[in-house]
């Protein structure tokens, strides 16, 4: 299938990050099983950092802003295709929300702009079948969650962070935003949201990450 050999083409741009990661999960690194230390704010074993970290396969994706799409497909009503001006043109949509790293840190008062995905969800329709949702990304990275986490007044494909255009390192033009589940959930680089009847794990996911990754449940590893 076209995303497991996607998923190989990633693993092979950063062999030793890939299995350094795949080690840690096999050992269940980082899983202390404690409290946040600041109360109950910080997911338990999460310390808080000031600056925003870079965390990626080491692909910055091109796409000129005139070939640049999204797409909503799969189990829905509706497809969805958004060039950028269509995809700018959609209701406004801001929040402020906190990020969780499985590495550890997290990152408080985020303030995102952009397109919720309850306003996707409202125009695209899932089908009654339709139970997950898989992110994919310019990158060739996938994500997946359930559509339940998906389908929260939180979540959105944010354009902008503090109120300044998304830097590209950090996902730009747009990325996903799922603030309930650590931030390996929150693709980078959308292109295409896919919703499916049947879970099917992504990069991560493939690579020894837990399935849904609740960082309250400490869902670090699989
Ligand atoms: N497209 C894409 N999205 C991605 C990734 C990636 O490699 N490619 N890495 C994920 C991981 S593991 C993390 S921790 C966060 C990091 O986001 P940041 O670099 O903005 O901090 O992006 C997630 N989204
Ligand atoms: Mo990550």
New binding site residues.
């Given amino acids: 299938m076209g995303d497991e050999r996607d998923d190989d083409k990633l693993a092979e741009s950063r062999p030793k990050l890939v299995a350094a990661k795949e080690r840690w999960a096999r050992e269940g690194r980082l899983l202390t099983g404690g409290r946040g230390a600041r109360g109950e704010r910080l997911p338990p074993g999460q310390h808080l950092v000031r600056d ?6 080491g692909i910055l994706p091109e796409v000129e802003a005139k070939d640049w799409r999204i797409t909503v497909d799969g189990l829905v009503e509706n497809k969805l295709d958004w060039r950028w001006d269509e995809f700018l043109a959609q209701p406004p949509f801001s929040d402020v929300s906190d990020i969780h ?3 550890a840190w997290s990152r408080f008062d985020n303030q995102w702009d952009g397109v919720s995905a309850r306003h996707i969800l409202a125009l695209a329709k899932p089908k009654p079948e339709a139970r997950f949702v898989v992110f994919h ?1 310019y ?1 060739d ?1 996938t994500t997946n969650l359930p559509l339940a986490d998906f389908d929260d007044d939180d979540v959105l494909i944010a354009h902008s962070w503090q109120g300044k255009p998304l830097p590209r ?3 730009g033009p747009v990325r996903a935003i799922v603030p309930k589940l650590y ?2 959930k ?4 959308v292109k295409r949201i896919e919703f499916i009847a049947r879970d099917r794990p992504g990069f ?1 996911e493939e690579h020894g990450y837990h399935d849904r990754g609740d960082p309250w449940k400490e869902e670090r590893y699989g």
């Fill in positions: 925003w970290p870079v965390l990626d396969l790293c499985v590495t990304s990158d990275y390192e950090h996902g931030f390996w929150s693709a980078k680089w991560w």
